[in-house]
């Protein structure tokens, strides 16, 4: 039902549309590019969905209405094209830039484990179990708890809190290597978006709030010093209330000077969904390793990752197009 009045609209190329959908709350329409510019639910969209820009043709404004109770205004300025840029794209950085958790922060645990003969590895799926432990020592920590100390520990409970702490050491710096090395790489399409976004004068900022070196570091070498000079990094402390608080969001909007409303925040948390909303900026999902479950029912898009051509999921384009979308109850 949603989906046919959503094809018969797009087809007159209304100006003012008023659709209708039995679940105003968790139906997000898509536009898919081919030629005749289907609609497709969000929650029905596969991982292999390719989906491209928005197209509308500028014709006469039409206007299509329901009798049903519950009526939304999707409003598609006439004017519109695919040049219709956001003033800014924002990028949360762990998942999103890099999956750091799989990719970086276990690896730097086993390396850690793997010098120190602890006689441990933490593989991706215990690591998932063990990420619902928030903090690194506390992670370690809980584990030795559960599992039995390594021979080689000390066995008071002040010592084995130095020893988790020097483990921690190690592993951070282990961590900031794999950065340094390039061998944490960038998921992909992450360099393409942000090349489209600068080429276009499209402000790019990077809204973390992980430890502000990490993402430095992930900026300047994954991307590259020339990149790096014109993206902001948000990170840290600069807040004091962390995700899904949107103050980093908002921050970055004010710094910028750009209207949240014009902000496309690409982030792969629920957390990060709910800050980004709170914002009120409009919001893509890039699943990532420890994520992919979560809810994002109110996300404007989900896609399993950004993707380069001929594995590419969305453009710059894409992202402007999401401006356009603009419900009204
Ligand atoms: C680990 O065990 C020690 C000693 O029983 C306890 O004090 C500490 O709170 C435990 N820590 C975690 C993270 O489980
Ligand atoms: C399961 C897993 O990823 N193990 C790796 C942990 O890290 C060490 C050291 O880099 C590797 O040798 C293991 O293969």
Not at 33 to 38: I, N, S
Not at 52 to 64: E, G, N, R
Not at 273 to 290: P, R, V
Request: net charge neutral.
């Amino acid at each position: 039902m949603a989906m046919a009045a959503a094809s018969s609209i797009i087809s007159v190329s209304s100006a003012s549309l008023l659709i209708t959908t039995p679940q105003p709350k968790t139906q997000t329409i898509l536009l898919k590019h081919t030629h005749e510019h289907h609609h497709v639910p969000t929650s029905s969209l596969t991982g292999t969905s390719t989906l491209a820009s928005l197209k509308i043709s500028s014709s006469p404004a039409t206007t299509t209405s329901m009798r049903t109770a519950t009526r939304r205004r999707l409003s598609c300025s006439a004017s519109a094209s695919p040049s219709t840029l956001p003033s800014a794209l924002l990028f949360d950085c762990d998942g999103v830039l890099v999956d750091t958790e799989k990719d970086g922060h276990r690896i730097s645990f086993n390396q850690t484990f793997q010098e120190r003969e602890l006689g441990v590895t933490w593989d991706v799926d215990l690591y998932g179990e063990l990420l619902k432990i928030g903090g690194g020592k506390e992670r370690m920590t809980a584990y030795f708890n559960k599992t039995g100390w390594p021979a080689n520990a000390p066995s008071g409970e002040q010592e084995r809190k130095e020893f988790v702490a020097s483990l921690h050491k190690q592993k951070t710096e282990l961590f900031m290597a794999l950065i340094e090395k390039k061998l944490l790489p960038l998921r992909p399409g992450v360099a393409k978006l942000v090349d489209q976004a600068l080429t276009q004068g499209v402000n790019v900022a990077v809204c973390s709030t992980s430890n502000e070196n990490a993402v430095s570091a992930i900026v300047s070498f994954l991307l590259g010093p020339e990149r790096a000079e014109k993206i902001q990094i948000f990170a840290g402390d600069v807040v004091h209330r962390k995700k899904p608080d949107p103050a980093i969001y908002i921050l970055a909007a004010n710094t910028l000077g750009v209207e949240p409303s014009r902000c496309v925040v690409v982030e792969d948390s629920a957390i990060g969904l709910a800050a980004a909303k709170a914002a009120g900026m409009k919001y893509i999902i890039t699943k990532s390793g420890y994520t992919a479950d979560e809810d994002f029912l109110n996300a404007d898009a989900v896609f399993d990752f950004i993707g380069d051509p001929p594995e590419e999921r969305f453009d710059l384009a894409f992202c402007g197009s999401l401006l356009e979308k603009q419900y009204v109850s």
